[in-house]
C-alpha cells in the first residue's frame, strides 16, 4: 500500500456526520465512503450501489442533508475484477469488534483497499459511526492520517436517538444495547438484571432480537448504555484524535468555525465551508436533567477514565442543559477551553 494522505471521521450517531460526509463529498479533491463499517454492506454489489433510497422524502426521516447520489457510490472503484462481493469486508466489523479490533490483518486489508482503490488524483475520506473505540488502531496503523473525532453533547444526542423511533422500535436504542451485550466485560458493567441473549453471525437477526429486548429496558437505562460510549469515545478521542470538532460550538461560534477549517486546510490543502451548518439544541428533554446527571456519575464511577479527565468532566456535566435556551452551553465552552488540543 502506497503512503498517502487520508481522513478518518469518527462519530457516534446523530451528531452531525451525515453533514460532514456530504459537505466532504460536494469537494473535488475527496473521495468520501460512507460508514465503511455498516453492516449493510453485505449486501453492496458493484452494479447495485443503491440499497438506500435517498432522495429528499428518505433523508428528511432522519433529519439529513439531501444526497445527489446513492450513499455508498463511492464504494465501485473497491470492486476487483469479477468480485460479487466487496473485497476483505467482515460483518464482525460493525458491532463484535466495536470496542476492540479482534481481526486486525482482515481490517487492515478491508481499509487498504478502499484507499488504494480510491482515484489517484483525490484524498480518501472514511466517514465512520462504529469506530469512536477503534481510533487507537487507526492512529497505530495510519500514523499519517488525519483523524477527526465529531462530539456533541450527550444529552442532545440522545434526545435525537430517543425521537427517532422512541419506545418499542427505535433502532440507535437497539444498537446501543447490541454493542453492550456483545462485549461481556461492558454487560456486567451496565445491566442490572439478566438479559437471555446469545449472538449470531446473522446481524439482522440479532437486531431483530435486540429491538424486542430493548423494550424491557427504561429510557433511563437506555441512556446510561449511550452515556457509557459517549464518555469512552471522547475519553479515547481526547488521546488519539488529531482534532475534535465540536458540532454544538461550530453551530454557534464563527471564530471556532475559522479554527476547525484552518486545520483541515493545513492537512488537506482545501478550503471548506461549513457556515451552512446547523444542529438542534433540544430545551425540552425526555429525562429530567437532575436524572441525567445522576446517571452520568454512576457511570463516571464504573468506567475507566482517566483520573484528570473524569474530574473535569464531573464538574462540566452538571451544567448541561441548564435552560439557558439558546445560549452556548457552559459545559461545551469550559470543556473544549480544558481539552482543545494543541
Known sequence: MENRKTVFLHSMFRAGSTYIFNKFRSYDAFYTYYEPLHHDLVRL??????????????????NHPELGKPHFYEFHTAFGPGSECLPFYDTDFAYKEFFKVQKSDVLKHYIDNLIDTTPKE????????????????FKQ????????????????????????????????????????????KVSDL??????????SDNVGADLS???DLSKNFTIKEHYKFFYYIWVSSFQLA????????????????????????????????????FNDY?????????????????????????ADL????????????????????????PFLQKLFGYFKKR
Open 45 to 62: 454489489k458493484k452494479e447495485s450501489l443503491d440499497i438506500w433510497n435517498y432522495d429528499k422524502k428518505a433523508t428528511d426521516v432522519m
Open 122 to 137: 483525490k484524498i480518501p475520506v472514511l466517514q465512520f459511526n462504529r469506530t469512536s473505540m477503534r481510533i487507537d488502531w
Open 141 to 184: 496503523h495510519y500514523a499519517d492520517s488525519l483523524n477527526l473525532f465529531l462530539l456533541r453533547n450527550p444529552r442532545d444526542q440522545f434526545e435525537s436517538y430517543y425521537q427517532r423511533g422512541k419506545a418499542g422500535k427505535n433502532v440507535f436504542l437497539t444498537i446501543n444495547l447490541y454493542i453492550v451485550l456483545l462485549d461481556p
Open 190 to 199: 451496565l445491566l442490572d438484571k439478566r438479559v437471555d441473549f446469545n449472538s
Open 209 to 211: 432480537v435486540c429491538m
Open 238 to 273: 481526547n488521546d488519539h484524535a488529531n482534532l475534535i470538532v465540536d458540532m454544538d460550538k461550530l453551530n454557534y461560534d464563527q471564530a471556532y468555525l475559522e479554527e476547525v477549517k484552518t486545520k483541515i486546510h493545513d492537512y488537506t490543502l482545501v478550503d471548506m465551508d
Open 278 to 302: 446547523k444542529i438542534k439544541n433540544n430545551t425540552q428533554l425526555s429525562i429530567a436533567p437532575k436524572s441525567m446527571h445522576k446517571i452520568e456519575n454512576s457511570v463516571n464511577d464504573i
Open 306 to 329: 482517566n483520573d484528570d479527565f473524569k474530574e473535569n468532566l464531573l464538574g462540566y456535566l452538571s451544567q448541561l442543559n441548564d435552560n439557558t435556551a439558546v445560549e452556548p452551553l
